[in-house]
């Protein structure tokens, strides 16, 4: 299996821009996850599916983030309007079910200028 | 929310030596999980275990869950083990809270 993918490895843009990350997850998994990774604050949940339903919500930071994931095989994260302090790397990681061995992405490094 | 120690923040070893980290949770789990993250970034699931023992070739892990605690062991270690090794746990399902990590650097 290929795993986890992300999309874009790298982002660069300026404050103000949209940005859409991308994550395809494991074939056959039915939870994904979103987790920001920073310096200051380490790893944090933001929000993860079940069955493409989104379950939790609650560490999405502010209503700039949304987050969708149509089907089985594909979610967005988007950013809009961007602001320097979303700069960040974004993981996107899937399981089996609610209660199983996690696997992660490669990431997104985020710059927001 | 659940509070998640990890022990000791940082550490050097030798090549070939030996090293127990540690991880303490304030609360009830069902879910606990330990992650390497290499220098390139890359996040790598060892192992799941909310109890019990498991071995994956060097490396082990215990699981106390009435103490609230877990290890990690590494044997023989190489510098291929560099980078941060975190512990997650979860009151329920995948919602997992990670701790602050161990970076761990192994010299040649």
């Known amino acids: 299996d290929a795993g986890v993918i992300q999309s874009p490895r790298h982002e660069v843009t300026e404050m103000g821009q949209e940005v859409t990350l991308r994550c395809k997850p494991i074939s056959g998994h039915n939870s994904l996850f979103w987790y920001r990774q920073t310096m200051m604050r380490g790893l944090e949940l933001l929000i993860y599916?079940?069955?493409?339903?989104?379950?939790?919500d609650s560490g999405m930071p502010e209503d700039r983030f949304s987050a969708k994931m149509p089907n089985a095989s594909f979610s967005t994260l988007k950013i809009q309007p961007s602001e320097p302090r979303d700069s960040a790397v974004y993981f996107c990681a899937s399981s089996l079910s609610q209660n199983e061995k996690l696997f992660f992405g490669s990431g997104t490094q985020l710059s927001v200028l | 929310g659940i509070q998640v120690e990890q022990s000791p923040p940082d550490l050097i070893l030798q090549e070939g030596a030996n090293s127990t980290l540690r991880c303490n949770f304030s609360d009830s789990v069902n879910n606990l999980q330990w992650f390497h993250q290499n220098p390139w970034g890359q996040l790598i699931n060892l192992f799941y275990?909310?109890?019990g023992t498991k071995q994956n070739g060097r490396l082990s892990a215990t699981t106390v869950a009435t103490e609230r605690y877990s290890l990690l062991y590494i044997s023989s270690s190489q510098t291929t083990d560099s980078g941060v090794y975190f512990c997650a746990v979860a009151l329920y399902g995948n919602k997992l809270v990670f701790g602050a990590g161990t970076i761990l650097r192994v010299k040649s």
């Open positions: 275990i909310p109890s």
């Open positions: 599916f079940n069955n493409n339903v989104p379950i939790d």
